[in-house]
């Protein structure tokens, strides 16, 4: 096969905030990591895994944040994951017997989750819970492209030490290297947020590329010449993926895109809250409080009540999927027959979605993501998926251009994660930050008890720059864990550094931080020393 006209640039944010609780057997919060992995995590895994098995041609990008990887290889995690899921086998069984006296619609759905967490199950049975290294290994085959974040997802640009930014990086970088047995050549920067100098961090630690926000291309200086279809160099030599508008509009909105189809599976509707309590109460929480537990029977129906949404139909939303993922195929042949007559090289269109959209939210998303890779191997010729790199090595030469501060938060800059909600977080973080440079500087070569002491500082300032807990505070959801989170990493940390001040280093208390918030286990608290 020729070059295509154009190409398709497909980027997965895989991320989750840092949360484990060993100090409580049962934690709502940890429900976070246990639902992507199965409705996310394993099936675009597995969707993968698939397309490589029958030789199609595919090329992914996904971020696996710092966060959720150490979560993905952390022991107690998996072993609590593989608890949960032996909980919704159980359940889909039941499920089973219980469809027997139902409209055939909930039958067939029915069987659905019983095969769909057998797979799950299989998958990761079948590598030990190790999931991380099943992505791996799709990287190293070519197909996929791995990209890292900041250490702990930290919102770079309200981060007024330069050693904080340097630190998120080149922690993260570290891990990376870790789990994938490289060094990772492009990031994802936290919430697509840019500031000046930012690019300088990145290219100190090998990263060659990014990706924007439109208007953090499209307002750049100079006026990028190819808009957001050909990527940009900054001054500091990173270059940087512009996000398309269009086809976020076609796969993010609930209303206008793709998820909001009538046959689609309806999200809100759950037998957690559905079905009678005493049935349903051993798949709880211990508290005994109703909550989604990932089987739902109904589709979107429409602008219905919640209990007038008629019964989901899995093959009617399959081929759905199918449909949509040929409408997407086709809007990109046309959007790059048409780039490539005003361009002077082949465009690259940028889809980037948060991953957990795909599966989570939109429960065909897997599906779409299958059709679409197949169908743009077997149907057509025009456009085809590319990572980052490949398209920085087939077009090396790129205008240069200095991007605008920006995120792709609402409204497009800094407000979601800096306003009256968590405006009192920044001061404390400011703060810690700036001690936890003076600490590094003083004890450049720590040993010993010492050592530890600090690495644990660096991790719980760390955890307490995660930019979910702003954000969360902003939504209003899950509002008061975020604060605790905040306030319980400051404390912990505001304990280690006067601790150390006062040369007062009792063990048992450090061991049991290092029980608790054990992110990083081979993190260097030097990362934080000032630049010479």
């Known amino acids: ?122 998958i990761f049975d079948g590598c030990g819970g190790r999931i991380l290294t099943r992505f791996k290994a799709l990287q190293d085959a070519g197909l996929l492209e791995i990209i890292t974040c900041g250490a702990t997802h930290g919102y770079l640009p309200l981060m007024i030490h330069e050693e904080s930014r340097r630190a998120q990086i080149r922690i993260a970088s570290q891990d990376y290297q870790r789990h994938f047995g490289r060094p990772p050549r492009g990031i994802w920067l936290a919430e697509c947020a840019y500031a000046p100098g930012v690019d300088r961090y990145l290219k100190e630690n090998g990263i060659t590329f990014s990706f924007l926000d439109s208007h953090g291309i499209l307002f750049g200086k100079p006026r990028p010449r190819y808009g957001v279809f050909a990527p940009i160099f900054s001054q500091g030599g990173v270059g940087f993926f512009g996000r398309d508008m269009e086809t976020a509009h076609q796969v993010w909105s609930a209303e206008q895109g793709y998820p909001g189809d009538f046959n689609y599976r309806e999200f809100y509707r759950d037998v957690g809250y559905d079905l009678d309590y005493n049935y349903i109460r051993p798949y709880l929480h211990d508290d005994g409080v109703r909550r989604n537990i990932g089987v739902k029977y109904h589709r979107v129906t429409g602008r219905v009540a919640l209990a007038d949404k008629e019964p989901y139909m899995p093959h009617r939303a399959r081929e759905t999927a199918a449909a949509h993922a040929g409408n997407f195929l086709f809007n990109r042949e046309r959007q790059v027959e048409y780039l490539k007559g005003v361009m002077n090289r082949p465009p690259v269109v940028t889809s980037v979605y948060d991953a957990e959209l795909f599966g989570h939210w939109w429960f065909e998303g897997p599906d779409f993501l299958e059709f679409l890779l197949r169908k743009t191997h077997y149907d057509q010729d025009r456009v085809k998926t590319i990572t980052p790199m490949e398209y920085l090595h087939k077009f090396p030469e790129q205008q240069i251009v200095e991007p605008e501060p920006s995120s792709w938060g609402d409204k497009g800059y800094h407000e979601v994660w800096l306003n009256a909600s968590n405006d009192w977080i920044y001061p404390h973080l400011h703060i810690a930050a700036e001690r936890m440079i003076r600490l590094a500087n003083i004890h450049a070569n720590a040993e010993g008890l010492l050592k530890r002491y600090l690495n644990q500082a660096a991790r719980e300032l760390l955890l307490a720059q995660s930019s979910d807990w702003a954000f969360l505070m902003t939504v209003g959801t899950a509002r008061q864990y975020s604060e605790k989170r905040t306030r319980d990493h400051m404390g912990r940390f505001l304990d280690l550094y006067h601790r150390v001040q006062e040369n007062r280093l009792d063990e048992g208390f450090l061991t049991n931080l290092e029980s608790i918030d054990n992110i990083f286990p081979t993190i260097d608290y030097r990362a934080y020393q000032s630049a010479h």
Not at 13 to 23: D, G, M, Q, S
Request: contains cysteine; proline residues 7%; negative net charge.
């Open 1 to 122: 096969m020729g070059d295509p006209q154009g190409y398709l640039n497909l980027v997965l944010h895989a991320h989750l905030p840092y949360v484990r609780h060993p100090e409580y057997p049962d934690f709502l919060e940890e429900d976070w990591l246990y639902e992507a992995i199965t409705e996310t995590y394993v099936p675009i895994l597995d969707m993968m895994e698939r397309l490589a098995g029958e030789n199609v041609h595919f090329r992914l990008t996904m971020s696996l944040t710092p966060p959720l990887c150490n979560m993905l290889a952390d022991e107690l995690l998996m072993r609590r994951y593989r608890a949960k899921l032996e909980k919704l086998l159980e359940l889909a069984e039941k499920e089973i017997v219980r469809a027997r006296s139902l409209p055939s619609a909930f039958q067939e759905t029915a069987e659905m989750y019983r095969t769909k967490f057998r797979r799950v199950r299989d």
